[in-house]
């Protein structure tokens, strides 16, 4: 198995029942479905998570879940409006360990990564973004094609093939990890303010 090999099209149906089908990486064994993006066509600005949670591999949309209200509050306090942005993932299967009746999330591998890298690419050659905001590691990695320190770059914005203005942040998921509620609130506020860079 090899990197996945979307169809050359510009129609969004096309794409995405071809990425339905894609058994590029063993992820798909295991996942309830393919998790594509949803938003706008014409998106000036683009999210990019890590990979669907166990909700969004349920429901077969991005960004449903506790991350996801997370996200939406983030991006409401920046003035930014999730509906007018195209949020997507770098890995489109859920990767997951059974613990009891719990399927925990398990972080994709650089294989993982680079096989479902086509399907991304397509999703923003066809949307063209203005702005580009990788939430957390992976997508950053798969994005650079490098390991990246998120807490170390985070709020840098760069110019990529895929967008004049590449934002590096956290992925919210990571707020949910914080126990004290101190901590949550300010780091919640930090990545907010970041989210709000790629409006300047």
């Known amino acids: 198995m090899g990197a996945a090999e979307p169809p050359s099209t510009s129609s969004w149906d096309i794409l995405q029942r071809a990425a339905h089908s894609c058994e590029a990486c063993p992820l798909y064994q295991n996942a309830t479905q393919t998790v594509f993006g949803e938003g706008p066509r014409n998106a000036k600005i683009v999210l990019l998570g890590e990979q669907p949670g166990d909700a969004e591999d349920r429901e077969g949309r991005p960004f449903i879940g506790h991350a996801g209200r997370l996200l939406d509050r983030a991006l409401t306090q920046a003035g930014l409006d999730r509906e007018k942005c195209y949020v997507t993932n770098a890995v489109k299967h859920f990767k997951w360990e059974p613990r009891g009746k719990r399927r925990l999330h398990q972080k994709p591998n650089s294989r993982e990564?680079?096989?479902?890298?086509?399907?991304?690419?397509?999703?923003l050659k066809i949307i063209q973004p203005r702005c580009l905001v990788c939430l957390g590691g992976t997508a950053a990695r798969a994005v650079f094609e490098r390991e990246v320190k998120v807490l170390r770059e985070r709020g840098s914005i760069v110019e990529t093939p895929w967008a004049k203005r590449t934002l590096i942040t956290i992925h919210p998921s990571s707020l949910l990890r914080l126990r004290d509620r101190h901590d949550k609130e300010r780091e919640f506020a930090r990545?907010?303010?970041?989210?709000a860079l790629i409006m300047d």
Do not use: Y
């Open 113 to 123: 990564i680079a096989a479902c890298r086509p399907w991304w690419q397509a999703e």
């Open 191 to 195: 990545f907010a303010r970041e989210m």
